[in-house]
């Protein structure tokens, strides 16, 4: 492996544990789950938003030529002129791989289900 793909790896590996822990910490006692809401029929919890937040500060510092898109909070721009990354595609698959580019499209709206 390259260096800068070993550096990604240790990042990813170093921060999924990171992310873990803190999901963990954020548990509710059982049978006192609490969650607010996003969008009609969307729901997010103290530890979606949390663990999310952790990995965008994160990883934007790490690779700050990367752009990030999340599910609770959307896309976050790359870096003025820079290209998308292979990191934006692994945080943020996109289904056209990439055009346009994530970063330049609008974040997708929420999916919701019809009630039956």
């Known amino acids: 492996m390259s260096h800068a793909l070993d550096r990604r790896l240790e990042t990813a590996t170093r921060l999924a544990t990171e992310a873990g822990k803190l999901a963990l910490s954020l548990a509710p006692p059982p049978g006192a789950a ?3 809401m996003k969008g009609h029929q969307d729901w997010i919890t103290e530890a979606d938003g949390a663990v999310e937040a952790f990995l965008k500060r994160e990883l ?3 690779f700050p030529e990367d752009g990030f898109q999340g599910e609770e909070t959307g ?3 790359h870096r ?3 290209y998308p990354s292979a ?3 692994a ?3 996109c289904s056209a791989c990439c055009t346009p580019p994530c970063w330049a499209r609008p974040s997708p709206p929420a999916m919701t289900v019809a009630p039956r």
């Open 91 to 93: 945080a943020a698959p």
């Open 75 to 77: 896309t976050a721009a």
């Open 80 to 82: 003025a002129g820079a």
């Open 60 to 62: 934007t510092a790490a």
């Open 87 to 89: 990191s934006c595609k």
């Open 34 to 36: 609490s969650a607010g």
